[in-house]
């Protein structure tokens, strides 16, 4: 074998060892875990739409809470209540509240935790109505089916509720009641019929004086709460993630 087709040979040997080496590395980024949210909720909590993007803000660690009522499971040929509590996503019923909580995680890719009374609540609209109405008028206080865990490595918490009556939902004093969040700062969302925030906002300074609670939530109608996604995006940006 002359020289000049040593080199050559010695050049193919070079070039097959350097696609080989590149071919391992494409193929252990292709297996690497995706990033995935993070979550504490307690039942079914992976958002449909959730791709965890910062769970730090300014190195605060931040927990998403909210409490949700979809009065079905079922998308198909829902009653006009039944719609109102509601957004479809591929298929998937989610509450109105639920649905917001989803995107403000997709946002932030904060931590998730959903309320949910020891003794589940039920879907009957009339039923759902009258026990939520009698619970406000005796100022009832639902048992927890759990409780936030860790609570303390949480310096920013997302609270989210629907408007019922113009209050929130009993349960939300429930938890508001036995978690100390003191020294945190408190970001409300919700969802309404037509009433907003009402004094919601107001009420919660006052269970969790030792907070800062930001006035400038995110409310938002059940009539265009399907349409929020850039209207959520936009706000979330506006207070910094």
């Known amino acids: 074998m002359n020289k000049k087709t040593l080199t050559l040979v010695l050049a193919l040997i070079i070039m097959v060892f350097s696609l080989a080496g590149c071919g391992s590395s494409k193929n252990q980024s292709n297996n690497s875990s995706q990033?995935?949210?993070?979550?504490?909720e307690q039942s079914k909590?992976?958002?449909p739409l959730?791709?965890?993007s910062a769970a730090n803000k300014d190195g605060k660690k931040t927990l998403l809470v909210y409490f949700s009522m979809p009065e079905t499971t079922n998308p198909n040929n829902m009653t006009q209540e039944e719609a109102n509590s509601t957004v479809v996503i591929n298929g998937e019923v989610l509450g109105n509240t639920q649905y917001v909580a989803y995107l403000i995680q997709k946002n932030t890719g904060a931590d998730?935790?959903?309320i949910e009374p020891k003794t589940p609540y039920p879907t009957n609209h009339r039923t759902l109505v009258d026990l939520a109405k009698a619970e406000q008028n005796n100022k009832a206080r639902p048992e927890l089916a759990a409780k936030v865990e860790n609570l303390g490595q949480y310096d920013v918490i997302f609270l989210g509720y629907p408007n019922w009556w113009g209050d929130m939902p009993m349960i939300?004093?429930?938890f508001l009641e036995s978690h100390?969040?003191?020294g945190k700062t408190i970001i409300p969302f919700n969802t309404h019929g037509?009433?907003?925030f009402s004094n919601t906002v107001s009420t919660i300074a006052a269970l969790q004086p030792n907070t800062n609670v930001i006035k400038n939530g995110f409310t938002v109608s059940r009539n265009t709460v399907q349409n929020c996604a850039d209207d959520v995006a936009?706000?979330?940006k506006e207070l910094g993630y």
């Open 194 to 196: 037509g009433s907003g």
């Open 112 to 114: 998730i935790f959903r």
């Open 234 to 236: 936009a706000w979330v």
């Open 180 to 182: 100390n969040l003191s």
């Open 172 to 174: 939300l004093y429930s």
């Open 50 to 52: 959730a791709k965890a």
């Open 45 to 47: 909590t992976t958002s």
């Open 35 to 40: 990033p995935q949210p993070s979550s504490t």
